[in-house]
């Protein structure tokens, strides 16, 4: 796999509804971050995964957001009971090492997962 | 609390003229500062990024300043081109491992 895949591209639910979006990062980078970008938005940091450390999950807006990382590789982010406010793009990003990019080419975004919820 | 500020939501550029995309951040602890550009429908990528030991960095036709003091980074883009239509978002971040932090997005628009 050349990038960062993310699935499904598109997704439409009704509220109160659950949704799982799953992110498959580069093989081998350690960090993986998600963000959402809402209509007009900008990109809001959501969590932060880095290696084996406890991730950094102060940008989850409500207990209704939780993600995981399997292996240190594929991630899922599972939105329980969605309201219309979580209508949005989110984004998985996988880097090699982690943090700010020292360089260029060392943050990878994914093609991102529309969520609409009705 | 947005830490990082794009106060235009949308610039417009004639062609071969220069375009500066501006960026406001209120954290003093942020040491890291990037822009990234994004075209409709992919997402976003990495463009050019500056240390807060130095004031400028180029990479050919993009330039980024930074003013530690006021705490504003500019983008500068000379000649501006058509295929800069994009949206840009300024970042940044505190520290080697620590999550970095996006604005809202300027759009720009090279026009003809």
């Known amino acids: 796999g050349a990038g960062v895949s993310q699935s499904p591209s598109n997704k439409v639910t009704e509220k109160g509804k659950d949704v799982e979006l799953r992110c498959d990062p580069i093989?081998?980078?350690?960090?993986l971050y998600w963000y959402r970008q809402s209509l007009g938005q900008g990109l809001e940091f959501l969590i932060y995964f880095q290696g084996n450390s406890a991730p950094d999950k102060s940008g989850l807006p409500s207990d209704r957001f939780s993600a995981e990382r399997t292996g240190g590789s594929v991630s899922t982010l599972t939105i329980q009971r969605t309201q219309q406010e979580d209508s949005a793009v989110y984004l998985c990003v996988s880097s090699p090492s982690g943090g700010a990019p020292r360089g260029p080419d060392t943050q990878y975004f994914g093609p991102g997962t529309r969520l609409t919820v009705l | 609390d947005q830490q990082v500020k794009q106060n235009s939501p949308s610039l417009s550029v004639q062609e071969g003229r220069i375009s500066i995309l501006n960026c406001d951040y209120t954290n003093s602890m942020f040491d890291y500062f990037l822009w990234y550009k994004k075209y409709p429908a992919e997402g976003p990528t990495f463009l050019i990024s500056i240390s807060s030991i130095k004031d400028k960095n180029e990479d050919g036709r993009f330039t980024v300043f930074l003013n530690k003091s006021a705490k504003h980074l500019s983008l500068h883009i000379v000649p501006s081109q058509p295929g800069d239509s994009a949206v840009y978002f300024c970042a940044a971040s505190a520290g080697s491992a620590s999550k970095i932090i996006f604005g809202s997005g300027t759009r720009l628009s090279i026009r003809p």
């Open positions: 093989s081998g980078h350690t960090a």
